[in-house]
């Protein structure tokens, strides 16, 4: 193991408690036996806490050892390297890694953020060289991504999913690609929540709000983003956008730019998204609507064959009409649309017309939408009927798609064309997403459970009338919603 850091001493740890005889080395003097001492403590510390039998945290001690410099490495099986992101010092340690080890020693790194080809690129045996990316803490992340470079072999690739197996981690296999498939696939989430407060739509409090309670998200995505940290999730951004070529499904915000500038990096800096107080807690805005209206009785169904809008109003004490009264609300659940294109097509009063989202779940927190112009007396009526059925309500300015709709299209949406260009298999996709990522479903289930054609069609009309080809459908997705296939229906 090369690099004694918190990732080095992770993969160390996983290692050694896997079975494996571990060597470690830092270049810094003193860092490798600092790094085994604070391993040691880690295993004494599971073995306290009853999650590692006391002659197990014996044993895997005794395997590991501080290597003093690379030439203790002659005899290894497999060297990872786990060292700074810095393409041309890790090729220089690859280049002397060579002229050490033995033919068939296996060599791997940990970067997250470089191609593995490139690194090979300056070695002369190719073929064992490929990716060993694990994720932060590795003890207790248990995916590691297995990197496929183009000179990688079969066997290569096939010895390091048994070394991942033995790490007790579950390895995906991942063709060599910008960010590989984890970062790559969580761009979505939070680039797409990025856009919406940008136009306005909503605020990062709300936007966290409606993704943890109607979409199942354990953090919502700004959250996630103060806790990783802006100095780090707005590079990795700006590395895959570059490296697809400037693909604007890729592309991030400006307000992602400007938190990184100014220096609020998130918790590390107590200033992010949120403001953070001396324990590291988020001080975060109210999310939800207040007023002191009284609530609406009657609304107009815009749509007289919305069955699925006219339960849920009534479920909540409205009584729901399809004659127009030329007073009362008008509610629509538009899929895709905002309320103004949905009000010029369908020539309704814009200034009465509200949207609510009925997709995702509708128990705790329900998402209400309004046109510009819209009767302010009105909207608190029905902002007023909706708390008092119990529900949290999210008011939010036009947007196509709402923020749940929008947000969930778009993860869905990359997963499909990661399928499509083969970063993974699509049962590995979601295996990876839900694991590396902690998501509620993968990508590609999440599409099936939304239905695809659904997910299309929300694409399609944020493509229309954004005029943005950020929204551009995956053909991996297109061509399963035509023909009425699961998002896992591999070719």
């Known amino acids: 193991m090369i690099g004694a850091g918190a990732m080095g001493r992770g993969i160390a740890q996983v290692g050694m408690t896997g079975g494996m005889t571990v060597l470690l080395f830092d270049a810094m003097a003193g860092a490798a036996a600092k790094a085994r001492d604070a391993i040691f403590a880690q295993l004494d510390q599971m073995v306290a806490k009853n999650r590692l039998e006391s002659a197990a945290a014996e044993a895997a001690k005794a395997r590991l050892s501080v290597a003093e410099s690379l030439d203790a490495f002659k005899a290894a099986d497999l060297v990872v390297e786990a060292i700074v992101e810095n393409l041309a010092i890790k090729q220089d340690v690859f280049r002397q890694l060579e002229a050490i080890v033995r033919p068939d020693c296996l060599l791997a790194s940990n970067t997250s953020s470089l191609r593995i080809a490139s690194i090979a690129a300056a070695c002369r045996q190719r073929d064992r060289i490929a990716g060993l990316h694990f994720f932060n803490p590795v003890p207790l992340m248990k995916l590691v991504e297995v990197i496929r470079a183009p000179g990688t072999s079969d066997a290569t690739i096939a010895t390091l999913v048994t070394v991942g197996e033995r790490m007790g981690r ?23 929540a990025l856009r919406i407060v940008s136009e306005g739509v909503a605020t990062p409090a709300q936007v966290d709000a409606v993704m943890r309670d109607n979409w199942g998200f354990k953090m919502g995505p700004f959250e996630l983003m103060d806790l990783t940290g802006i100095d780090v999730n707005f590079p990795v951004s700006q590395i895959i956008h570059e490296g697809y070529f400037y693909d604007r499904r890729l592309a991030t915000a400006p307000l992602h730019q400007l938190l990184k500038e100014s220096g609020q990096f998130g918790r590390k800096t107590r200033q992010g998204f949120f403001a953070y107080d001396e324990a590291g807690k988020g001080v975060v805005p109210p999310a939800d609507a207040t007023t002191a209206a009284a609530p609406a009785g009657r609304v107009v169904l815009a749509d007289a064959d919305d069955e699925a809008l006219g339960e849920l109003l009534r479920s909540l004490g409205l009584e729901v009409s399809g004659f127009d009264d030329g007073d009362s609300a008008i509610l629509c659940a538009p899929l895709g649309e905002d309320c103004s294109t949905y009000a010029a097509r369908l020539k309704l009063d814009h200034r009465r017309l509200f949207a609510l989202d009925i997709a995702g779940k509708l128990d705790k927190r329900l998402t209400l939408m309004r046109a510009p112009g819209a009767r302010r007396d009105l909207f608190d009526a029905v902002v007023a009927r ?106």
């Open 386 to 491: 909706l708390h008092a059925a119990g529900r949290a309500v999210v008011t939010i300015h036009d947007s196509p798609g709402f923020i749940g709709q929008r947000i969930a299209a778009m993860v869905a949406n990359l997963g499909c064309e990661m399928a499509q260009i083969r970063v993974a298999s699509p049962a590995d996709i979601d295996k990876a997403m839900t694991l590396g990522l902690n998501y509620p479903f993968g990508p590609l289930a999440l599409a099936d459970a939304m239905g695809l054609e659904t997910v299309h069609t929300v694409l399609t009309q944020l493509q229309d009338i954004t005029g943005d080809d950020r929204y551009r459908p995956s053909l991996w997705l297109r061509r399963r919603a035509l023909l009425g296939l699961s998002a896992l229906t591999e070719d």
């Open 170 to 192: 579950l390895p995906v296999v991942v063709q060599d690609s910008p960010g590989f498939l984890v970062n790559l696939g969580g761009r979505a989430y939070t680039q797409e």
